[in-house]
């Protein structure tokens, strides 16, 4: 599944809650050096800099997969793309905070979308073994319009050797068993639907920002397991309340997501689990 307008989306939501880094100067209108600094590449994720040798110059990054690329083969037309994105996603934003009950003023878009000195990038949700180039050009703030050239890094994410384990479930009233069909390690987690569908857009990009939460702080073992799991709702009696529709996603993880998701709804009624779906 190709992720690349969902990168760009939960990019802009990431930045949202922080400010962009500026300088009191006037803003340069000279052509900088943008630099790339990748930190680590891996199947679904890159983390990185951008930096800009001008602290008063102001810049824009993204990332395109070949796809995207090759419907855009020049740099102009990357430009304009990357542009037309952005303004396209900040209209979605302005209209989504204008219609809920967020408080504040609302960010402008030099605020959301441009940087100054050094950027963290952090792309996730990537796919693998699958071109990208990681992209950066510098704007004027007041125009939007480019200075100097595109700046591009190229890379491929690494292969990952997939598992061809699947996952069955048995429901018994308080109880959700999970019963893979080999000893391949994997991983699950659920969340209330609702908070998905507010927060993440789709399940999977809850299950990935729970694994990348539990791999930073060095607690991802406590999450992976082998053979039949029990999952028992008196267990996770503070976590889950009646009346309301979770999301069980589950995949096999082997250092890397290594397997397509499965996903079951479930609803709680009087303690007791009712099954309202099985995907893949």
């Given at each position: 599944?190709?992720?690349s307008?969902?990168?760009?989306?939960?990019?802009?939501?990431?930045?949202?809650?922080?400010?962009c880094?500026t300088?009191k100067n006037?803003?340069a209108?000279?052509e900088t050096?943008?630099?790339?600094?990748p930190d680590t590449i891996?199947p679904?994720?890159?983390?990185?800099?951008v930096?800009s040798?001008n602290?008063?110059a102001y810049?824009?990054?993204?990332?395109m997969?070949?796809?995207?690329?090759e419907?855009?083969?020049?740099d102009?037309?990357?430009?304009?793309?990357?542009?037309?994105?952005?303004?396209?996603?900040?209209?979605?934003?302005?209209s989504?905070?204008?219609?809920?009950?967020?408080?504040?003023?609302k960010p402008?878009?030099n605020?959301?979308?441009?940087y100054?000195?050094?950027?963290i990038?952090d792309y996730?949700y990537l796919?693998?073994d699958?071109?990208y180039?990681?992209l950066?050009?510098?704007?004027?703030?007041?125009?939007?319009e480019?200075?100097?050239?595109?700046?591009r890094y190229?890379f491929?994410?690494?292969h990952?050797?997939?598992?061809a384990?699947?996952f069955?479930f048995e429901?018994?009233?308080?109880?959700i068993?999970?019963i893979?069909?080999?000893d391949?390690?994997?991983i699950f987690?659920?969340?209330q639907?609702?908070t998905?569908?507010?927060d993440?857009?789709?399940?999977?990009?809850?299950?990935y920002?729970m694994?990348t939460?539990y791999?930073?702080?060095?607690?991802?073992?406590?999450?992976?397991?082998?053979?039949?799991?029990?999952?028992?709702?008196?267990?996770?009696?503070r976590?889950i309340?009646?009346?309301?529709d979770?999301?069980l996603?589950?995949a096999?993880?082997n250092g890397?997501?290594?397997?397509?998701?499965?996903?079951?709804t479930?609803?709680v009624?009087?303690n007791?689990?009712?099954?309202?779906?099985?995907?893949?």
């Amino acid at each position: 599944m190709k992720h690349s307008i969902y990168i760009l989306m939960l990019a802009v939501a990431s930045v949202l809650t922080t400010s962009c880094n500026t300088t009191k100067n006037p803003p340069a209108t000279e052509e900088t050096k943008l630099t790339f600094e990748p930190d680590t590449i891996r199947p679904n994720k890159l983390r990185g800099m951008v930096t800009s040798a001008n602290p008063d110059a102001y810049f824009v990054s993204g990332i395109m997969d070949s796809d995207e690329l090759e419907k855009n083969p020049t740099d102009e037309q990357i430009i304009r793309y990357q542009l037309d994105f952005m303004n396209e996603l900040y209209d979605i934003y302005y209209s989504t905070f204008e219609s809920s009950d967020r408080k504040g003023d609302k960010p402008d878009f030099n605020s959301i979308f441009l940087y100054q000195g050094t950027e963290i990038i952090d792309y996730q949700y990537l796919d693998p073994d699958t071109y990208y180039e990681l992209l950066a050009f510098q704007v004027n703030p007041d125009t939007h319009e480019p200075i100097g050239k595109l700046c591009r890094y190229p890379f491929t994410t690494p292969h990952i050797d997939s598992s061809a384990v699947t996952f069955a479930f048995e429901v018994n009233k308080d109880t959700i068993r999970i019963i893979p069909s080999d000893d391949s390690p994997y991983i699950f987690a659920f969340e209330q639907r609702e908070t998905i569908e507010n927060d993440y857009i789709l399940a999977e990009f809850f299950f990935y920002d729970m694994i990348t939460f539990y791999e930073d702080y060095g607690f991802i073992e406590t999450m992976r397991n082998k053979g039949v799991y029990d999952f028992i709702l008196s267990n996770h009696s503070r976590d889950i309340e009646d009346d309301k529709d979770y999301i069980l996603t589950i995949a096999g993880y082997n250092g890397d997501i290594n397997t397509e998701y499965t996903y079951l709804t479930f609803h709680v009624t009087n303690n007791e689990f009712v099954v309202v779906i099985t995907t893949e």
